[in-house]
Nanobody, 124 residues
Framework: QVQLVESGGRLVQAGGSLRLSCAAT????????MGWFRQAPGNKREFVAA????????DYAGSVKGRFTISRDNANNTVYLQMNSLKPEDTAIYYC?????????????????WGQGTQVTVSS
């Protein structure tokens, strides 16, 4: 089981930037695909971005493509989400997830390991 701790969420104005971090406690971090999901009040949890074990492949939701960038540092067991040009509709709790592949992160969410989430609020 992978333990995940997110950080970096806060209140920011529309058009601003934030970088979220997710620290993983597991010896085999570099074997996991990692992802970010988000859940706004009253909405289902939705996929945001994912990165494969080496960082050579990424995937993004259409709503964030071109604005958000996922990256990872395997030496420090950390995955990041750089969020630029933030919009009020990006307001949500952001969750980090670990899974076996980019595809399985999205399609088999019950099999993922999850963090506790970090709140991102974008004011207009």
């Amino acid at each position: 089981q992978v333990q995940l701790v997110e950080s970096g969420g806060r209140l920011v104005q529309a058009g601003g930037s934030l970088r979220l971090s997710c620290a993983a406690t597991v010896r085999t971090f570099s074997t996991y695909a990692m992802g970010w999901f988000r859940q706004a009040p009253g909405n289902k949890r939705e996929f945001v971005a994912a990165i494969n074990w080496s960082g050579s492949n990424t995937d993004y939701a259409g709503s964030v493509k071109g604005r958000f960038t996922i990256s990872r540092d395997n030496a420090n067991n950390t995955v990041y989400l750089q969020m630029n040009s933030l919009k009020p509709e990006d307001t949500a709790i952001y969750y980090c997830a670990a899974g076996h592949s980019i595809l399985l992160l999205q399609r088999s969410q019950n099999s993922n390991s999850w963090g506790q989430g970090t709140q991102v609020t974008v004011s207009s």
